[in-house]
């Protein structure tokens, strides 16, 4: 029972294009939502975050929308670079009982192609 | 300025025996979490902890795991009597509050023999 889901396992993209990954969740208590990156043999590393407060949240090259009505949020990556190459988690999280435990999705693995 | 380590990196063990994993958190850093990811599957929360106190332990098996978080020294994450099931990479994280971004460890993959 995925609370957390990332529907694409793959995605591959030309250097220099819009990478556009996306992510469905299920429950409406979640208010807190990340993005994590991940390279083989390491541990994810934070990449951005969002709170249910806003749906837009932007950092360089990546952006992060918030559907709340959809139950939806996508992380944009433009231009995208090689090194972007990666595994991509989106986790969420709620505070019921004051703790934040994020859940993570599958991941999409994303190439780019130079 | 260290992160999140890990060790060992890697363990093999043979059925039957124990793994004690090891997670030293970020400086300053009271939230501990583990997360276990099976192969080609994401990543699947275990336990949150505080300095000495397990916070929330829903997603730890209820037979052969443990986890501790000591007052002083590393996180300790223990699996008795292991089965080949038990094969996976465990991550470590920390963060400074409860609504922190995680930090990460590298992990330890562990196999069952």
């Known amino acids: 029972d995925q609370q957390v889901k990332q529907n694409s396992p793959s995605l591959s993209v030309q250097e220099g294009r819009i990478s556009i990954l996306n992510c469905d969740y299920t429950?409406?208590?979640?208010?807190?939502f990340l993005w994590y990156k991940k390279y083989p043999a390491e541990g994810p590393t934070f990449l951005i975050s969002?709170?249910?407060?806003?749906d837009k949240n932007e950092d360089g090259r990546f952006t992060v929308f918030l559907n709340k009505s959809a139950k939806h949020l996508s992380l944009h990556i433009v231009p995208s670079q090689p090194g972007d190459s990666a595994v991509y988690f989106c986790?969420?999280?709620?505070?019921?009982?004051?703790?934040?435990?994020?859940?993570f999705g599958r991941g999409t693995s994303l190439i780019v192609h130079p | 300025n260290a992160g999140v380590m890990q060790n060992p990196r890697h363990l093999v063990r043979r059925r039957g025996q124990e793994a004690r994993l090891r997670c030293s958190p970020v400086?300053?850093?009271?939230?501990v979490y583990w997360y276990r990811q099976l192969p080609e599957e994401g990543l699947k929360f275990m336990v949150y902890?505080?300095?000495?106190?397990?916070?929330?332990e829903s997603g730890m098996p209820k037979e052969r795991f443990s986890a501790e978080f000591p007052k002083e020294g590393p996180s300790i994450l223990r699996i008795q009597q292991v089965v080949r099931g038990d094969s996976a990479a465990y991550f470590c994280?920390?963060?400074?509050?409860?609504?922190?971004?995680?930090?990460f460890g590298n992990g330890t993959r562990l196999t069952v023999t």
């Open positions: 969002i709170s249910s407060i806003k």
């Open positions: 994280a920390s963060s400074l509050q409860g609504n922190s971004p995680l930090h």
């Open positions: 986790a969420a999280s709620a505070i019921p009982g004051g703790s934040y435990i994020p859940t």
């Open positions: 429950n409406s208590m979640f208010d807190y």
């Open positions: 902890l505080q300095k000495e106190n397990i916070i929330d």
């Open positions: 400086k300053g850093h009271s939230h």
